[in-house]
């Protein structure tokens, strides 16, 4: 899902995991960059007009205090050539969208489970500042699984050949699992940092107005019980 609070929820992912039937649901808490929770802007608040925020507010969502429809378009930075990505998002643009959604890519991120490799397919960093300066906002899609029709739907293969927790099964991947976890949190530390430190965050200047953890956890159902 989308975790909205004065743009964006930064910093290490905590799940937890209840159980509902023969299923476990996984839930998530992302500390806020806010230093105190008064200055969190939550569904029963009014958010002041023009005062740079990206929230829930009510049924809605408010922009700078105002009623905002975000209509986002997918685009893969990581598919689509560095000298293409300006024409790319002018289309964007130009067909009535406000925001682009994109994915990080975790298999090209950390080839290896001792690297990184951060600007790799041009630097999703460098992605994002050129959907900002085309006047776009961003959804980021953090994975760690994406979908986006990769294998392991771009989990790194490496993480197969892991012997800790006889993941050649995958019994691990994608639950509360301690092995899974550290896998997770290190790679999403690594990785949201630059952007943290740049402050990318709407609230801070930046675009990215929503942050979307993991993708399609509806389809986990009892697999992983």
Not at 138 to 160: F, H, M, N, Q
Not at 175 to 202: F, I, Q, S
Request: with cysteine; hydrophobic share 45%.
């Amino acid at each position: 899902g989308l975790a909205f609070a004065g743009g964006i929820l930064f910093a290490a992912v905590s799940y937890g995991g209840t159980r509902q039937g023969n299923a476990t649901v996984l839930s998530m808490r992302v500390p806020a960059v806010a230093e105190d929770e008064s200055a969190l802007t939550t569904a029963d608040d009014e958010p002041a007009v023009g005062v740079r925020s990206f929230v829930e507010c009510g049924t809605r969502l408010c922009k700078d205090g105002m009623p905002y429809t975000l209509l986002s378009g997918s685009l893969h930075y990581f598919r689509v050539h560095p000298s293409e990505w300006a024409r790319a998002l002018a289309s964007l643009r130009a067909g009535g969208f406000n925001a682009v959604s994109v994915y990080l890519p975790w298999f090209l991120l950390q080839p290896t489970p001792a690297s990184f490799a951060l600007d790799a397919a041009g630097g999703y960093k460098r992605f994002l500042d050129a959907a900002a300066a085309a006047g776009l906002l961003v959804v980021l899609r953090v994975g760690p699984y994406i979908t986006a029709e990769l294998d392991l739907g771009g989990i790194p293969s490496w993480v197969l050949k892991d012997t800790e927790a006889n993941a050649t099964l995958a019994r691990a991947f994608r639950t509360v699992d301690r092995w899974w976890m550290a896998k997770v949190e290190a790679y999403l530390d690594t990785v949201l940092e630059p952007l943290h430190e740049a402050g990318a965050a709407y609230s801070s200047g930046g675009p990215i107005v929503a942050v979307q953890i993991d993708d399609d956890t509806s389809a986990l159902g009892q697999a992983r019980r």
